[in-house]
């Protein structure tokens, strides 16, 4: 089963990596990395993608005549999506502890 | 260069998704079987995945000793990632393009008959291809 593990972030000009010092960003990288590995090692890994920053995301509907109407203002409150990875495991279980890997680095730069 | 189209909703958009007729939904999967066709034949298609419904998803914390805490109680206003689209293109407004298509797949009407027939918004983001190099020496 496929399962996608979602990293969200709100627009509040310190989103996570934005203003770390080089240190903490390289060694995100590195575990990142690592965890990527040990995924693709074990058959797991299925991709992952980091995506730009929350100011650069646009809004796009079709306009009358299938245009693209674009619009670039968020509400402050609203989460977005920063990063993905996609894994093919066993079980849920399997997929929530990958998860909570991935997790507990995040949480220990939030601190 | 890569980018992402994300179609996300709200708790209120997924179970009106879940009341469409099945002529709408059949209508639904032919437009993007034919999209996602056109997309490949152009070379722009990079990946696209549907999602399970939010009420299958759970927030992922790791405890003290790095086991997972799962929740799976979210505020009726969050939004979800429905699914996406990932494109190679040569420019943000080709990838626009591309959304807007997207924005215009068939639907029946929001809220039932007689309501609105605003298209999908979708999300457009580029795809990074990797850290910054300067930060990684």
Same mark, same amino acid.
């Given at each position: 089963?496929?399962?996608?593990?979602?990293?969200?972030?709100?627009?509040?000009?310190?989103?996570?990596?934005?203003?770390?010092?080089?240190?903490?960003?390289?060694?995100?990288? +590195?575990?990142?990395?690592?965890?990527?590995? $040990?995924?693709? =090692?074990?058959?797991?890994?299925?991709?992952?993608? #980091?995506? *730009?920053?929350?100011?650069?995301?646009?809004?796009?509907?079709?306009?009358?005549?299938?245009?693209?109407?674009?619009?670039?203002?968020?509400?402050?409150?609203?989460?977005?999506? +920063?990063?993905?990875?996609?894994?093919?495991? $066993?079980?849920? =279980?399997?997929?929530?502890?990958?998860?909570?890997? #991935?997790? *507990?680095?995040?949480?220990?730069?939030?601190? | 260069?890569?980018?992402?189209?994300?179609?996300?909703?709200?708790?209120?958009?997924?179970?009106?998704?879940?009341?469409?007729?099945?002529?709408?939904?059949?209508?639904?999967?032919?437009?993007?079987?034919?999209?996602?066709?056109?997309?490949?034949?152009?070379?722009?298609?990079?990946?696209?995945?549907?999602?399970?419904?939010?009420?299958?998803?759970?927030?992922?914390?790791?405890?003290?000793?790095?086991?997972?805490?799962?929740?799976?109680?979210?505020?009726?206003?969050?939004?979800?990632?429905?699914?996406?689209?990932?494109?190679?293109?040569?420019?943000?407004?080709?990838?626009?393009?591309?959304?807007?298509?997207?924005?215009?797949?068939?639907?029946?009407?929001?809220?039932?008959?007689?309501?609105?027939?605003?298209?999908?918004?979708?999300?457009?983001?580029?795809?990074?291809?990797?850290?910054?190099?300067?930060?990684?020496?």
């Amino acid at each position: 089963m496929k399962y996608i593990l979602m990293m969200n972030s709100r627009k509040t000009g310190d989103e996570p990596l934005r203003g770390w010092s080089k240190q903490d960003f390289q060694a995100h990288c +590195a575990f990142l990395m690592a965890l990527n590995r $040990e995924l693709r =090692e074990s058959g797991e890994f299925v991709s992952t993608e #980091g995506l *730009a920053f929350p100011d650069q995301a646009k809004l796009v509907r079709a306009g009358k005549v299938g245009m693209p109407i674009t619009d670039g203002v968020f509400p402050e409150s609203k989460e977005f999506l +920063a990063s993905y990875c996609i894994v093919d495991v $066993e079980t849920p =279980e399997r997929a929530y502890a990958i998860a909570a890997r #991935g997790g *507990a680095r995040t949480r220990s730069y939030a601190a | 260069m890569k980018y992402i189209l994300m179609m996300t909703g709200t708790k209120a958009d997924f179970d009106w998704y879940t009341k469409w007729p099945k002529k709408d939904l059949e209508a639904q999967f032919a437009f993007m079987h034919a999209f996602n066709k056109e997309l490949k034949d152009s070379g722009a298609f990079v990946a696209a995945e549907g999602l399970a419904f939010p009420d299958q998803a759970k927030i992922v914390r790791a405890g003290k000793n790095g086991e997972p805490i799962t929740d799976g109680v979210f505020p009726e206003s969050k939004e979800f990632l429905a699914g996406y689209w990932i494109v190679d293109v040569e420019s943000a407004d080709e990838a626009y393009k591309i959304a807007a298509r997207a924005s215009a797949a068939p639907h029946p009407p929001r809220n039932g008959p007689g309501g609105t027939e605003d298209n999908q918004p979708i999300e457009v983001r580029q795809v990074m291809s990797g850290p910054p190099e300067e930060l990684l020496r």
